[in-house]
C-alpha cells in the first residue's frame, strides 16, 4: 500500500472543496447559544418577572388615572361592575372539567396507532431532531420519544425516578444522571405503573409524553437485563401487530405470544434495526414499538426469535 | 454512560487549563476542516459530516473541557469519530436497506485533474469496516501515532496495530476487486 503513504495529499486533494466554513461556524454559534439558553430556561423566567410586574403596575395606575379624568369623580365613587369576574362551582358537581381525553382515558382498542400491513415506516418513534432523537437517558438507559400517545393522564404514572439533570442537545455527550434533549432541566421522570423499565413519562410543553427504552450510543441492556426488563410480562399484553402479517386482537393469544418472545429470545447485538414494525398493545392503553428483521426483534438491543415468528405466522392463520 | 462521554476523557488527554490555549474561533479555524473532512471521510455523508462537525465544536463551547496544548486537535478527533461510529451504527437500516449518499469527491475547484486510482482508494477506505477506516483515517490521514490513536481510541497498542495491519490487506483486497469486496 504504497500510496497509502500519500494519503494525506491525497484526500487534500480529492476532498479540497470541503472546507469548515464561515457559515457554519455560524450555525455552530448558534447551536451553542441555543444549548446554554436552554439549559438555563428557569433562571430566565426568575429574572424576567420583576420588569413585567413594574409594567403591569404602570398600566394599572395609568388607566386609574385616565378614568378618573374622563368621569371627572373620584374612581372610588363610581359604582362597581355588576359582571361576575370569577366563576364558581360548589363541591360535588356533575359539571364536566374541561380536561380534554386522553387516549389513556378511552377503552383499549379505541385508538388503533397503526394499521396493520404496512411496513417499516410506520413507526410510533419520533423522528430525530438534529443528529439525536428525542429522548431521556438515565444512568445510562436511554428512552425514546414515542409520537403517539401525544399526552397521557397521570393516573398511569408510577414513581417519580428524579429530575431531568441535564439539558443537552447531544444527550450522549451529556455527564450522567438524567439528561435529556427535549424535557427542560429540573423536570420530573416518572416510571409508568407496572411497567419497570419499558417506559417512562416526562412533561415537554406541558403534556405528559411517553418514552420507551431503546439502544443508543452502544448501549442496550444493562447488566443482567433481559428483554422483559425493557419491555413488559405477558399479562401485560392486550394485541399484537407486526406489520404485513397481522393483528393479534385476541388476548390470550396475544399473551401467548408475547411469552413465547420473552422465553425464547437470545441477545444478538447492542444495535437496533429492522425493516418491519412489531407493535405490543398495552392493557393499559400504551403501545410498545419494536423493529423487526431478519427473524430479530429491536428496540433496545437486538433480539432474535425465530420461534416467536413461526408460532405469530400460525396463529394469524389460523 | 456511554462510550464518549466520559467524564475523565479531558483528563486522559490532559488539562492544564493554561491561559495561553487558543480560543475557540482560533480552534475552530485550525481544526474544523480536519474534522469535517475525517467525518465526511468516515461516513460518506455530507450534511452528516456537517453536523458531527458542528456537534464537536458545539460541546466545545458549552462544555468548555481543558485542554492541554497541542493536544486539542486529538481531542476533537476523538469526540468526532466518536459521533460518526453512534451516527454510523444509529444509521444501519438507511445505509444498507435505503442505499446511503454515495461517497464522492468533492475536489478543490482548481483541482481539475482527477486521478482514477486516488478515487479508487479513497472508495476503498471509505468501504473498510469502520474499525479499520478508524485507524487508516488516523494513522495515515491525520499523521498520528499507534500511541496516540491506542490513546484516543482507549485500546491497547497492539489492537492498533493489528488493525492497520489487517486495514491494508483489507483495502488491497478491495481496489483489486474493484471495490466490489466487503
Known amino acids: 500500500m504504497k500510496s497509502l503513504t500519500n494519503l494525506p495529499d491525497i484526500a487534500n486533494r480529492q476532498l479540497g472543496g470541503l472546507e469548515a466554513t464561515s457559515v457554519l461556524l455560524a450555525k455552530t454559534k448558534l447551536r451553542a447559544a441555543e444549548a446554554q439558553a436552554r439549559q438555563k430556561p428557569k433562571m430566565g423566567r426568575r429574572l424576567a418577572w420583576q420588569p413585567a410586574l413594574a409594567i403591569c403596575t404602570a398600566l394599572v395606575l395609568c388607566l386609574g388615572a385616565t378614568l378618573w379624568v374622563t368621569n371627572g369623580t373620584a374612581p372610588i365613587t363610581s359604582p362597581i ?16 372539567t374541561a380536561e380534554p381525553h386522553r387516549s389513556s382515558d378511552v377503552p383499549v382498542g379505541s385508538i388503533s396507532m397503526s394499521v396493520g400491513g404496512q411496513s417499516s415506516g410506520q413507526t410510533l418513534f419520533a423522528d430525530a431532531q438534529g443528529s439525536s ?7 445510562g438507559a436511554t428512552y425514546r420519544l414515542l409520537r403517539s400517545p401525544s399526552g397521557i393522564s397521570t393516573s398511569l404514572l408510577g414513581d417519580e425516578l428524579g429530575k431531568v439533570s441535564e439539558f443537552n442537545l447531544e444527550p450522549a455527550l451529556g455527564s450522567g444522571g438524567i439528561v435529556s434533549n427535549l424535557v427542560s432541566q429540573g423536570e420530573s421522570v416518572y416510571a409508568i405503573s407496572g411497567l419497570g423499565g419499558a417506559l417512562v413519562a ?84 400504551l403501545t410498545l414499538q419494536l423493529f423487526v428483521g431478519d427473524d430479530a426483534i429491536s428496540a433496545c438491543g437486538t433480539w432474535s426469535c425465530p420461534d416467536f415468528f413461526e408460532a405469530y405466522h400460525e396463529a394469524v392463520g389460523k | 454512560m456511554n462510550e464518549y ?23 475552530y479555524e485550525k481544526y474544523a476542516t480536519d474534522v469535517l473532512r475525517v ?15 458542528q456537534d464537536v465544536f458545539v460541546r466545545l463551547m458549552t462544555n ?119
Open chain 1, 81 to 96: 361592575p355588576t359582571q361576575n369576574v370569577l366563576s364558581s362551582r360548589s363541591a360535588g358537581s356533575t359539571e364536566p
Open chain 1, 133 to 139: 432523537f428525542p429522548l431521556i437517558s438515565i444512568d
Open chain 1, 202 to 285: 416526562a412533561n415537554s410543553e406541558g403534556l405528559l409524553r411517553v418514552f420507551q427504552r431503546v439502544s443508543y450510543a452502544g448501549t442496550a441492556v444493562i447488566g443482567n437485563e433481559t428483554l422483559g426488563d425493557t419491555l413488559c410480562s405477558a399479562s401485560d399484553v392486550a394485541w399484537l401487530d407486526l406489520a404485513g402479517v397481522g393483528k393479534i386482537s385476541n388476548v390470550e393469544d396475544a399473551q401467548h405470544l408475547m411469552q413465547l418472545l420473552l422465553d425464547g429470545s437470545d441477545y444478538m447485538s447492542t444495535g437496533a434495526s429492522g425493516t418491519d414494525s412489531l407493535q405490543i398493545g398495552l392493557s393499559n392503553g
Open chain 2, 5 to 27: 462521554s466520559t467524564p475523565d476523557e479531558d483528563a486522559r488527554l490532559g488539562k492544564n487549563g493554561g491561559s495561553d490555549m487558543p480560543n475557540f474561533e482560533e480552534l
Open chain 2, 39 to 53: 467525518s465526511y471521510f468516515y461516513l460518506g455523508d455530507r450534511q452528516r459530516a456537517e453536523d458531527v462537525c
Open chain 2, 64 to 182: 468548555t473541557p481543558e485542554l492541554q496544548e497541542g493536544r486539542e486537535k486529538a481531542w476533537l478527533l476523538k469526540v468526532a469519530l466518536n459521533r460518526c461510529r453512534d451516527l454510523w451504527r444509529g444509521a444501519w437500516v438507511k445505509r444498507v436497506v435505503l442505499g446511503s449518499p454515495t461517497f464522492e469527491m468533492i475536489p478543490a475547484p482548481d483541482d481539475s485533474e482527477r486521478r482514477e486510482d486516488e478515487d479508487a482508494m479513497m472508495v476503498a477506505i471509505h468501504e473498510l469496516p469502520a474499525t479499520f477506516r478508524e485507524a487508516i483515517l488516523l494513522y495515515y490521514y491525520q499523521g498520528y501515532g499507534i500511541s496516540e490513536i491506542a490513546e484516543m481510541l482507549e485500546l491497547p497498542e497492539g489492537t492498533i496495530s493489528s488493525r492497520l495491519s489487517r486495514a491494508r490487506k483489507k483495502l488491497e483486497q478491495i481496489i483489486h476487486e474493484g471495490g466490489q469486496a466487503q
